[in-house]
T-cell receptor
Framework: AQSVTQLGSHVSVSEGALVLLRCNYSSSVPPYLFWYVQYPNQGLQLLLKYTTGATLVKGINGFEAEFKKSETSFHLTKPSAHMSDAAEYFCAVSDQDYKLSFGAGTTVTVRA | GAVVSQHPSWVICKSGTSVKIECRSLDFQATTMFWYRQFPKQSLMLMATSNEGSKATYEQGVEKDKFLINHASLTLSTLTVTSAHPEDSSFYIC????????????FGDGTRLSIL
């Protein structure tokens, strides 16, 4: 069984500031980990994913995440927030059957 | 990149009617499609997994007779909400993947269903 915990349902940052979204997972098998972004009334867009190999994963829009097995974490960061980053972010874990288990989501607001 | 088209994007209908939502993979063959339900300010809850040519597998608590899923081809899956009632109002999202390719799920833009 797999599960994801996203710490903090809401994160507010100033434009240009660091964005840090926390995700911890539990999985009985080597996990596949994902971060998705959702804009209002839209589906999910993949930001980045970790399957195997390099633990620091770079994604779209300047986001990156680091897989830390010892901490069972997959935190998402972006060095400098942009107004367009305001959205809902979901961390997810998958097994080899491709079924995704999502975290509760984190709403990001960006202050001018 | 891979695109998944979901239709309609918004539907309003009267209680008791049935509503069909389509999910199409436009540039790849989707061996597996997933249907999710999302309530406001909440995460996505998996409803069912649909493999092409076979019966869908429903998650615990999801009524298979209420939410009919068909996956007759590698590019199309449909979700039919039968005899819809106001409590079925929600945001429904599909995703598609090709098994064995190590590719992530690609999501449709969702369908906002409102039952009056």
């Amino acid at each position: 069984a797999q599960s994801v915990t996203q710490l903090g349902s809401h994160v507010s940052v100033s434009e240009g500031a660091l964005v840090l979204l926390r995700c911890n997972y539990s999985s009985s098998v080597p996990p596949y980990l994902f971060w998705y972004v959702q804009y209002p009334n839209q589906g999910l867009q993949l930001l980045l994913k970790y399957t195997t190999g390099a633990t620091l994963v770079k994604g779209i829009n300047g986001f990156e995440a680091e897989f830390k097995k010892s901490e069972t974490s997959f935190h998402l960061t972006k060095p400098s927030a942009h107004m367009s980053d305001a959205a809902e972010y979901f961390c997810a874990v998958s097994d080899q059957d491709y079924k995704l288990s999502f975290g509760a989501g984190t709403t990001v607001t960006v202050r001018a | 990149g891979a695109v998944v088209s979901q239709h309609p994007s918004w539907v309003i209908c009267k209680s008791g009617t049935s509503v069909k939502i389509e999910c199409r993979s436009l540039d790849f063959q989707a061996t597996t499609m997933f249907w999710y339900r999302q309530f406001p300010k909440q995460s996505l809850m998996l409803m069912a997994t649909s493999n092409e040519g076979s019966k869908a597998t429903y998650e615990q608590g999801v009524e298979k007779d209420k939410f009919l899923i068909n996956h007759a081809s590698l590019t199309l899956s449909t979700l039919t909400v039968t005899s819809a009632h106001p409590e079925d109002s929600s945001f429904y999202i599909c995703s598609a993947v090709t098994q064995g390719t190590n590719q992530p799920q690609h999501f449709g833009d969702g369908t906002r269903l409102s039952i009056l």
